[in-house]
């Protein structure tokens, strides 16, 4: 199979650019900035902050580490890294949870990116025109309740991921993200600017950076674990199944903080562009999955030039929730490969119109099927809280354990380039302090 012999990045900035394009997604610009508007503000984004250096980057780390050591899909990597150290096969569970995670991931991303070409089509439509916060949330409360165009734009969303990987072209999406990304970042800070022109800018800086330790729960520390796995791609054999085409001359380290730091100012960016906006119309903090979109539009439709501004930035928007969700699909894909007699294309569409079914039920649930299905939770947050802040944290520890644990530590510590002092550090980080931190946030908030 070609894809065991596999070809390499070209260079460094390739593998950036791909990683960065998984990573940088919805989760920077949709999620982050509800949930740090759900739990309270700055105390959550300390937490995040935290969860990022001390364990998204030793994870991310391992999972390249183990990607570029097994050279395989994510299960077969994990069971053929197990055999080599003499440790038990289970450890393919860590590969296998991982694909599963990103089907179920997939499915209601893919709603979330149906919203963000509708919002785009709202753009040039002049729908955000001149528009009080009532309109642009009657304009969203519209969508949600209306199952067809949730449908129409789920739809659209998932034929793109699946055209674009049955055609097996995602390696030309690097070009794209190299000039998209970059851009976006533009827009986010034309979109500060008009956050400073609110008067309300200093008190979104207070809400979002001046932490209020009253305001943090297990529950809070918990969703803010899960979601440093959810934007960074972790715990989903994603960055795993990169590092196998990963060469060997490349500095994981050095790379791993180059993609967490993009990730991390785009989410940054995206909070304190929305918060003066929230601020100066008084809308509900805690409006949840719809924040952006009673937001940004209001930006949009009373600057000048919002028009195309709102246009280009749901553009990339949906370009970056396109990267993203590719990343998403890809492993599945690989996976049905590998282990059946599909081909590619087949592979695909079975994966692709798998997720697409389930997330119809996750879009069914924000209007037709609300009532909940289990732990008061309907399908969509239901398949968000079990892959956030179950699946991915436990995935993750089992990278991280496995590379810490059972590859011989010497190795690891030369393939990290690390000096004296750095072995140190590595070591009671990846060995002591990151799976320590999951497990007890992972129980804690559990209970
Ligand atoms: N990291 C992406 C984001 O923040 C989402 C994603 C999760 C992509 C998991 C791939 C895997 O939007
Ligand atoms: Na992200």
Redesign the pocket.
């Known amino acids: 199979m070609a894809k065991l012999a596999h070809a390499q990045w070209s260079s460094r900035m390739t593998f950036v650019l791909a990683a960065a394009g ?11 900035p509800y949930m740090v508007g759900e739990s309270g503000g700055a105390a959550f984004v300390f937490v995040y902050l935290l969860c990022i250096a001390l364990i998204g980057l030793p994870i991310l780390v391992s999972e390249w580490l183990l990607g570029r050591r097994g050279q395989k899909n994510p299960a077969s990597t994990m069971s053929e890294l197990a055999r080599t150290a003499n440790k038990p096969k289970a450890w393919a569970i860590v590969g296998i949870s991982g694909i599963v ?2 089907f179920l ?1 997939l499915s209601f ?1 893919s709603v979330i990116g149906g919203w963000s070409l509708y919002y785009t089509v709202n753009s040039v439509s002049g729908a955000f025109s001149g528009q009080d916060a009532d309109g642009i949330g009657a304009l969203f409360n519209g969508m949600l309740s209306n199952p067809g165009l949730l449908l129409l734009g789920h739809s659209i969303f998932m034929l793109l991921v699946i055209g674009i990987v049955a055609r097996g072209v995602t390696k030309g999406l690097e070009g794209a993200v190299r000039i998209l990304m970059p851009v976006l970042a533009l827009l986010l800070v034309v979109l500060i600017g008009y956050g400073m022109s609110t008067g309300h800018f200093g008190e979104a800086l207070t809400y979002m950076f001046n932490p209020d330790w009253n305001k943090l729960s297990a529950e809070t520390v918990l969703a803010a674990l899960g979601h440093a ?6 715990g ?1 054999g ?1 960055m795993m199944a990169y590092g196998s085409y990963l060469g060997k001359e490349i500095n994981l380290l050095q790379t791993a903080r180059t993609v967490i730091i993009m ?1 991390t100012v785009i ?1 940054l960016g995206a909070g304190l562009a929305i918060f003066p906006i929230v601020f100066a119309n008084n809308l509900d903090l805690a409006s949840g999955p719809g924040l952006i979109f009673v937001t940004l539009p209001l930006a949009f439709g009373n600057m000048d030039g919002g028009l195309i501004l709102g246009l280009m930035f749901f553009l990339l928007l949906t370009f ?2 396109l990267t ?2 590719i ?2 699909l890809e492993p599945v894909v690989e996976f049905i490969e590998e282990r059946t007699p599909l081909s590619r294309v087949m592979a695909t569409v079975v994966a692709g119109v798998g997720a697409w079914l389930l997330g119809i039920a996750a879009l069914l649930s924000f209007n037709v099927w609300s009532e909940p299905l289990m732990f008061g939770l309907g399908v969509f947050d239901l398949l968000d809280t079990l892959t956030s802040k179950i699946m ?1 944290p436990l995935t993750g520890l089992g990278a991280i354990l496995f590379a810490a644990w059972c590859l011989d530590r010497k190795s690891v510590e030369a393939e990290l380039e690390l000096s004296a002092t750095g072995k140190s550090v590595w070591n009671i980080i990846a060995r002591y302090v990151a799976p320590a931190g999951v497990i007890a946030v992972f129980v804690t908030g559990l209970i």
């Open positions: 998984s990573a940088v997604g919805l989760g920077n610009i949709w999620k982050f995670g990103a991931i991303y796995f959810f934007t960074l791609s972790l989903m994603i990730d989410a970056a929730a993203s969700a990343s998403l991915l």
